[in-house]
Each structure stands twice: as structure tokens, then as C-alpha cells.
């Protein structure tokens, strides 16, 4: 094997491409599309974004939503982490249906087969920039995604990841092994 120093490159693994979506003032809604995100317990979300008008929407309403991007929609989540919110209406552009949350001020995009409702518990920032945690208040669902147990099956869902060594997007595989028990091999 040989081996290369990379320096202080982050080369972890492809990341979620989670689609948050916001309110502003007005009540115009808004979704951007962060990789640097992901649940930081069973109960809560929590991302780092920079000076955004979806930082900003956060901080003053208190809620989003988050929904996993799926293959189907790739093109959709893509536009709305190249496109600003800042000088474009995103939703009214990018077609797809966004309707008020039942459980938090923030919008559900229709479209998406998971989107998880959150209320924010604690920002480390402010409107231009933050880490931000919310609690999830409710995740819903499309029952086509769900397996014959009512649990959610990515291998229907077909989630997309986030290959930020080749910026290119790549859709959750096969299964390899299970978890707790492809190592009791070793015991």
C-alpha cells in the first residue's frame, strides 16, 4: 500500500444532502441544500451554514424542516444549493409543492418522501452564520417508503449523498452487513 499526506483535507465519507426548508418575515418560504449536516442524537439535527437567507429565517422563526434529498429529486436539490434565496424565489422556481408544517412555522416540501418537522433548541452564531440544533417535534412520512414493520426502508426511499472529493452526488447502495452483527465473527 502506499500511502499520500492529503495535509488538513477532510475526506471523511460522502455527506447527507439534507434540504432545509425556512420561512422568512413575510411567510415566502425558502430551502437550501446543506451537506455539513446530520442528526446529533436520535432527537435532534444539527448543521453548520454560513451567511444564508436560510440562516437568517432560522434565527428569527425558530423552526425548519429537514428532508433527506432522494434520487428522484436530485435536480431539484442541486438548484437549491446553487441557487440564492437571497434574490430568487426559489420555490416558486424550483416547481415542487411547499405547504405549512402542521407542528412547526416552517415549510414541508411535498415532494420529499421524509422530512423531519424541528424547532430550534440552540444556535452558536447568529443570521450570518451558525451552528444550529433543533429537536425533531415530528419526522413524516410516505408510507411507500416504509417497510412491512412501519420503519422507514432507504432502499425504497433511495436517498442521495454528497461526494465532496469529486462534487458529485451518489444514491445510498446495498446492504453489506448488519450492524451489531457482522462483527460477532470477531468474538
Known sequence: MAIKNLGSAGELFPQSVFIIGS???AGKPNAMNAAWAGECSRHEICFNIGD????ANI???GAFT???ADVTHVAEADYFGIATGNTTDKAAASGMTFTQSEFVDAPVIEEFPLTMECEVTDI???EHGARIVGRIVNTRVDESIL???GRV???K???IIYDATRRIYRVVGEEVGGAWEAGKAFM
Not at 444564508?52 to 440562516?55: A, D, G, I, P, Q
Open 59 to 61: 434565527v428569527k422563526k
Open 66 to 68: 429537514v428532508a433527506p
Open 52 to 55: 444564508h437567507k436560510t440562516t
Open 153 to 155: 426502508d432507504f432502499s
Open 23 to 25: 420561512y422568512d418575515e
Open 147 to 149: 417497510d412491512d414493520e
Open 157 to 159: 426511499m433511495h436517498p
Open 124 to 126: 452558536q452564531g447568529d
